[in-house]
């Protein structure tokens, strides 16, 4: 697996606000929007291109255009937050979903949700903010390595990691990873320290509040 750590002085800037427990949900929002166009974008460079003839309004020429289908597959519900940069970024992309939770007492992901498109060639990535134990990353490469896509069509797109969930992940030969940060570990709850919380709640506003959650009703 090959992972790609994206640097510079903006990525830290919106790192420190993604990270701070006072940053509250408009916020926190609007740094993940920006960070998730960056590492996207940095996800979009491998792209397969062929040459196309057209006019510019002063000469015609030979240039590039993107020739292969994208498909963008959120892991909900945290995923979605990457979703909409993605999506505005490269609009013509399609999207699927992988709904994805994680039974708290074993660590463990619990499938209750999967629809997304097929598409021989085309680069499939995989939008989870966070990679914690791996867990849920390593069951949806699975899923999409049992449909037939080769690990080389897929990009996992991560805000933080864990160095134990890339340890996981690294048995998928050929498999790429976009992320921000690699940070020190992760704790005795499986969460990533120093991380920045549950992404998820923080994205939805649901951080300290009652929240009522069920599944298969």
């Keep these: 697996m090959k992972v790609k750590v994206v640097e510079g002085a903006l990525k830290e800037e919106l790192l420190r606000v993604l990270r701070d427990r006072r940053t509250g949900t408009a916020r926190f929002k609007e740094a993940l929007r920006r960070l998730g166009l960056i590492l996207i974008s940095e996800a979009l460079t491998e792209l397969k291109l062929r040459e196309v003839n057209l006019e510019t309004p002063v000469a015609p020429g030979t240039f590039r255009e993107v020739s292969q289908e ?6 909900l519900r945290a995923g979605l937050s990457l979703l909409g940069p993605a999506v505005e970024l490269y609009p013509q ?6 709904g994805v939770y994680r039974d708290e007492e074993r660590l463990t992901p619990v499938p209750y949700y999967l629809k997304f498109p097929l598409i021989k060639g085309a680069k499939y990535l995989i939008l989870d903010p966070m990679v914690a134990t791996g867990g849920t990353a390593e069951f949806t490469v699975n899923l999409l390595l049992e449909k037939g896509i080769s690990p080389e069509e897929v990009v996992l797109v991560s805000v933080i990691c ?16 976009i992320t921000a940060q690699v940070d020190e570990r992760l704790n005795d709850r499986g969460y990533i ?11 939805c506003g ?10 298969g009703v």
Excluded at 93 to 98: A, P, Q, S, T, Y
């Design 70 to 75: 994208v498909v963008f597959l959120p892991i």
């Design 193 to 203: 320290v120093p991380g920045l919380g549950d992404a998820g709640d923080r994205f």
């Design 206 to 215: 649901t951080e300290g509040v009652e929240v009522i959650e069920s599944y």
């Design 162 to 177: 864990a160095p134990e969930g890339i340890e996981r992940l690294k048995k998928f030969k050929g498999l790429n990873l």
């Design 93 to 98: 992309g399609r999207v699927g979903f992988i």
